[in-house]
C-alpha cells in the first residue's frame, strides 16, 4: 500500500514562493512516476506537473499554466518529491496533492496524499 505525506503549503503573497514536499512510503520509489495535481474551490481536480524516472534518468512535464514558474524534481534516497512554485499568482490557491501515476504523463493510479493547503493573496 503506497502513503504520500504532502508538507510545505501556507499563505504566501503573490509573486513569492513555497517548496511542496510529498513523502512517499510502502511502494516501489526506485523506478515510477508521480505527479502534482491542485484543487481550487467549487473546481475540478487538475493537473500541474508530473516527474518520471528511473536509475538512468527522468522526465518532468507541466500544466501550460504554470510551466517556467512551476518546477517539480525528485529525491530518490529520501523517496519525496518536490513542487518549487516560484512567482505565485492568487489563481494559484488550492489544496495540493501528490499522487502515483498509471501512465505518463497524468493520469493517477489512484493513492493520493492528504493534500496540503496553498493560499496566494494579492
Known amino acids: 500500500q503506497v502513503q504520500l505525506v504532502e508538507s510545505g503549503g501556507g499563505l504566501v503573497q503573490a509573486g513569492g514562493s513555497l517548496r511542496l514536499s510529498c513523502a512517499a512510503s510502502g511502494g516501489t520509489f526506485g523506478s515510477s512516476k508521480m505527479g502534482w495535481f491542485r484543487q481550487a474551490p467549487g473546481k475540478e481536480r487538475e493537473f500541474v506537473a508530473s516527474?518520471?524516472?528511473?536509475?538512468?534518468?527522468?522526465?518532468?512535464y507541466y500544466a501550460d499554466s504554470v510551466k517556467g514558474r512551476f518546477t517539480i524534481s525528485r529525491d530518490i534516497a529520501k523517496n519525496t518529491v518536490y513542487l518549487q512554485m516560484n512567482s505565485l499568482k492568487p489563481e494559484d490557491t488550492a489544496a495540493y496533492y501528490c499522487?502515483?501515476?498509471?501512465?505518463?504523463?497524468?493520469?493517477?493510479?489512484?493513492?493520493w496524499g492528504q493534500g496540503t493547503q496553498v493560499t496566494v493573496s494579492s
Open positions: 516527474v518520471s524516472w528511473n536509475w538512468s534518468g527522468g522526465m518532468t
Open positions: 499522487a502515483t501515476l498509471a501512465s505518463w504523463p497524468k493520469t493517477p493510479a489512484g493513492y
